[in-house]
């Protein structure tokens, strides 16, 4: 029983020393994958040429791709949720960026709430309601080159 009880605190006190990661969520390979590289920024044509159009759907940007068109100060953001990453940052009436296929395609407001770059579409509608963390709701619509459907998604925007 004695012999026992001195290995059982022998091999605790040699796993305790196992976990040195103090990354968020104790995730222990953390420290070894590389930070996010931003996607690069493409002409909707260029990032969606022989991809079928069911495949097209709005992704969330990493911090590296809001980096990479000039952060995200002064413009509106939408996001999936209210606590999500961004998935289209835009300026009202002016240029925004949305991310398809792994690239990050600009497009230039044709009028209000209405976004292009070559055939895809894009507009944005608020929506009278507001999140739980009192963001506006809103309605963003995507319409990729050669749909015949549009894309519906409702979010959240910050401006």
């Known amino acids: 029983m004695n012999k ?29 994958d590389p930070p996010a590289e931003a996607a690069a920024i493409e002409s909707a044509s260029s990032a969606l040429q022989g991809v079928a159009t069911a495949l097209v759907k709005p992704e969330t940007m990493t911090d590296a791709d809001i980096a990479a068109i000039g952060g995200d100060q002064g413009r509106c953001v939408f996001r999936l949720t209210e606590v999500g990453f961004p998935t289209f940052v835009y300026e009202q009436n002016g240029a925004g960026f949305i991310k398809l296929n792994g690239k990050l395609i600009q497009v230039e407001a044709d009028e209000a709430d209405r976004f292009t770059s070559g055939e ?16 506006q709701a809103q309605q963003l619509i995507v319409v990729p080159p050669g749909a015949k459907d549009e894309l519906g998604y409702r979010g959240y925007v910050n401006c």
Not at 12 to 26: E, F, K, M, R
Not at 120 to 135: E, K, P, S
């Open 120 to 135: 895809l579409l894009i507009t944005t509608r608020a929506l009278d309601d507001r999140g739980n963390a009192g963001l």
């Open 4 to 32: 026992r009880l001195i290995l059982m605190a022998s091999l605790s006190a040699v796993l305790a020393g196992c976990n040195q990661n103090t990354a968020i969520g104790n995730d222990r390979e953390a420290h070894l």
